[in-house]
């Protein structure tokens, strides 16, 4: 806990810390081999009200902030990846709904809350993933209705979503200014759900592909303007990326505490590893980087809580703390040696989890462009 959490702050992360150690850690070894969506774990979640801490009361939230937000997502993460990256869609999708959606469609949010409706985001396609505007997903007006058709790939929740954010070209000419956000209803009978995806870490995320055939669905749905959905993501991006660089920090943190635990016990040429400056020097690294991350992702957010454009901080936060994370778990199946490669070892689990946090909510290429361009903006 960090000595300057305010009360509130305070009660949550115990309260959190408490949940995640004695309730999710316990399963997070299950939910991977498994791969099955913990859908019991999701509905406790949920009666915690961990879905809405930044919403107002009157809509089912807790009222708090973002750092709150994130001290939640980094013990989760810090137990369990696959939690904490569930974790982070309804709280997304909540955001996005409070930001963008009208007074009706913002009714939508208690039951979010509350796990009464289970949301999944899709953007991502086939021939369509770091390039947003190429996504061929269409939705043609028709009356009243738009009747949407097209492929969304890598949809996590997907499976077991009845509320999902279809992004869609409204205008196919138009490049990203063409394209609209649709939420569609899980039982809409043009919608078809594919096979699971087989994932190498992150798993029991209900992952796959989502099709759409002839999906009509009412004006109603569409979230904000018509052509308005490329600039609703992006806003959307800049905030969920503070969550996936927090959640990486929380899996950082599990994968030092790991390493340093075992090079404190692991005795080799009669004495304990940690006694080696090699290994010393891999966990002072780690240290250093986690608090280097943590200060990152808190200056991000304090930015974001003032009001401040914040593209260039939440790819930076995002690029460098899943860069770090990436490095330093890999450094700590090192330090376990042959242990780490061994699913006796929780090593190897952070290992592959990790991975997906350099390639998702815009590869860390994709991050280094962004960071370029406002540069090029600013300067």
């Known amino acids: 806990m960090e000595p300057f959490f305010t009360n509130s702050q305070k009660m949550v992360w115990e309260s959190i810390r408490r949940f995640s150690e004695d309730t999710v850690l316990p399963l997070a070894r299950d939910i991977d081999a498994n791969d099955e969506f913990p859908s ?74 509350a796990g009464k409706r289970i949301p999944a985001s899709c953007a991502s396609e086939p021939e369509a993933g770091s390039d947003f505007s190429a996504i061929r997903t269409s939705a043609v007006r028709d009356g009243s209705d738009y009747v949407i058709n097209g492929t969304k790939a890598w949809v996590s929740l997907g ?17 990203h200014r063409g394209i609209s956000c649709f939420m569609v209803d899980g039982d809409n009978p043009g919608l078809h759900r594919g096979s699971k995806e087989e994932l190498l870490g992150m798993r029991g995320l209900a992952t796959g592909q989502l ?47 790991d390493a340093l635990s075992y090079s404190r016990e692991r005795v080799q040429f009669g004495q304990k590893i940690f006694d080696f400056q090699s290994i010393q020097f891999m966990l002072a690294d780690m240290s250093t980087d986690i608090a280097a991350a943590r200060l990152m992702i808190d200056h991000t957010i304090r930015l974001l809580e003032g009001g401040y454009p914040i593209i260039q901080q939440a790819a930076q936060a995002k690029l460098f703390t899943t860069d770090m994370a990436m490095k330093h778990v890999t450094n700590a199946v090192q330090i376990h040696g042959g242990n780490g490669y061994s699913k006796s070892y929780r090593a190897e689990r952070l290992f592959r989890d990790i991975k997906l946090a350099q390639i998702y909510e815009g590869t860390n290429q994709i991050q280094r462009l962004i960071i370029a361009k406002q540069l090029e903006i600013i300067h």
Do not use: W
Not at 41 to 70: H, N, P, R, W
Not at 159 to 175: C, E, P, Q, R, Y
């Open 40 to 113: 019991g774990l999701y509905q406790e979640l949920a009666k915690m009200g961990v879905f809405g801490t930044e919403i107002s009361e009157t809509l089912g939230g807790s009222g708090f902030d973002t750092k709150t937000t994130c001290i939640i997502m980094e013990e989760l993460a810090r137990c369990s990846g696959s939690i904490g990256n569930i974790f982070a869609i309804p709280v997304e999708s909540i955001r996005f709904i409070q930001e963008h959606g009208n007074e009706k469609q913002q009714e939508l949010i208690p039951s979010i809350i």
């Open 159 to 175: 499976l077991v979503a009845d509320l999902i954010f279809v992004f869609a070209k409204t205008d196919s000419a138009a490049g």
């Open 211 to 257: 099709l759409f055939e002839n999906c009509r669905v009412p004006e109603t749905s569409r979230i904000g303007a018509e052509n308005s959905g490329f600039k609703m993501a992006m806003k959307n991006f800049n905030y969920s990326r503070i969550l996936m660089a927090t959640m990486a920090l929380g899996i950082t943190i599990a994968g030092y505490e």
